[in-house]
T-cell receptor, first 117, second 117 residues
Framework: GAVVSQHPSRVICKSGTSVKIECRSLDFQATTMFWYRQFPKKSLMLMATSNEGSKATYEQGVEKDKFLINHASLTLSTLTVTSAHPEDSSFYIC?????????????FGPGTRLTVL | AQKITQTQPGMFVQEKEAVTLDCTYDTSDPSYGLFWYKQPSSGEMIFLIYQGSYDQQNATEGRYSLNFQKARKSANLVISASQLGDSAMYFCAMRENTQGGSEKLVFGKGTKLTVNP
């Protein structure tokens, strides 16, 4: 149980285009989903927290208009990188926390590697 | 100030031996959770073990155990009988409650474990 998927796993796009990344909890309902960014050989940095049906809470320094997050259902959250630039190239990873889990463990998706040319 | 400190950038261990990965944390919140995640080269974050601040006993999950010393604010991960497949980055994380009533995971910088045959 507690499987989280992400799609796509890898995307290459041109500068100026927008990219949407999907995060799905496959076998549980996720009340809260989190989006992280990870640079090479670095730790994970939380970008935003999203609760189903409400606006995402962004961490300081993360541009809301650039990284659009939608959490439309208890099993799906999307991150859209708008007008992507090469500095947005990174590994984006989502996690989800379940509604009825006995602990507050976050389960992570496999990540999406974004390369902006 | 760092909330989670992992002082070992890299560790080496012989196959079948035990290894301890260090983690210290800093919080004034009486209620918190501590997590260990494994990140292989594929990038996915794999949940290993959880310790709640009020848990009386140290958490164990198969070959993983958490040496929780509350007074010292340390939560070291012990991997027994190391296997080649244990080679990966290991991240210690703490659930932190935010002022807005939500919570987030704060990650350490990670320790790269290499298991030698």
């Amino acid at each position: 149980g507690a499987v989280v998927s992400q799609h796509p796993s890898r995307v290459i796009c041109k500068s100026g285009t927008s990219v949407k990344i999907e995060c799905r909890s496959l076998d549980f309902q996720a009340t809260t989903m989190f989006w992280y960014r990870q640079f090479p050989k670095k730790s994970l940095m939380l970008m935003a927290t999203s609760n189903e049906g409400s606006k995402a809470t962004y961490e300081q320094g993360v541009e809301k208009d650039k990284f659009l997050i939608n959490h439309a259902s208890l099993t799906l959250s999307t991150l859209t990188v708008t007008s992507a630039h090469p500095e947005d190239s990174s590994f984006y990873i989502c996690s989800a926390r379940g509604l009825f889990f006995s602990t507050d463990t976050q389960y992570f998706g496999p990540g999406t590697r974004l390369t902006v040319l | 100030a760092q909330k989670i400190t992992q002082t070992q950038p890299g560790m080496f261990v012989q196959e079948k031996e035990a290894v301890t990965l260090d983690c210290t944390y800093d919080t004034s919140d009486p209620s918190y959770g501590l997590f260990w995640y494994k990140q292989p080269s594929s990038g996915e974050m794999i949940f290993l073990i959880y310790q709640g601040s009020y848990d009386q006993q140290n958490a164990t999950e198969g070959r993983y155990s958490l040496n929780f010393q509350k007074a010292r604010k340390s939560a070291n991960l012990v991997i027994s009988a190391s296997q080649l497949g244990d080679s990966a980055m290991y991240f210690c994380a703490m659930r932190e409650n935010t002022q807005g009533g939500s919570e987030k995971l704060v990650f350490g910088k990670g320790t790269k474990l290499t298991v030698n045959p």
